[in-house]
């Protein structure tokens, strides 16, 4: 079944900046995603990732990121910026995060809210949560 409010990974560049493969290491990404649902737009997500050993686990350690979106809410054209703490294993994804205060442009200026992302790794489209007001 696909989530009411869903994303889809459009792009994603990942390299180690510190560490190495098999080992504890922090890993950069890039990212672009598409979304609908509550959120209509696109976004570009920059992510700082830890790697607790081999594979693809963070263990009990969250990873930030900032994720910038364009589009639209209830109509409302304009950006806003959130940041994620995300846990991740080789099963899945998990974020909470939060609109950055401030970060809105546009009809969207005075966005605030929060939510989450979960879903199973390698699945074309993962779903979110989110709660704002105006």
Known sequence: ??????????????????????????????????????????????????????????????????????????????TFVVRHEYTFDAKGIASTFGVVPGSGTGALAGLTGSGTVGGAMGEEKMGYTFEYTF
Not at 19 to 27: F, Y
Not at 47 to 69: C, D, V
């Open 1 to 78: 079944m696909v989530p009411m409010n869903a994303f889809t990974m459009k792009n994603w560049d990942e390299k180690i900046v510190s560490g190495t493969e098999g080992g504890p290491r922090v890993a950069y990404a890039h990212a672009t995603m598409a979304y609908n649902g509550v959120i209509e737009g696109e976004s570009i997500c920059d992510l700082l990732l830890y790697y607790a050993g081999e594979g693809y686990e963070s263990g009990t350690t969250t990873s930030p990121s900032f994720e910038r979106f364009e589009g639209k809410i209830d109509g409302r054209e304009g």
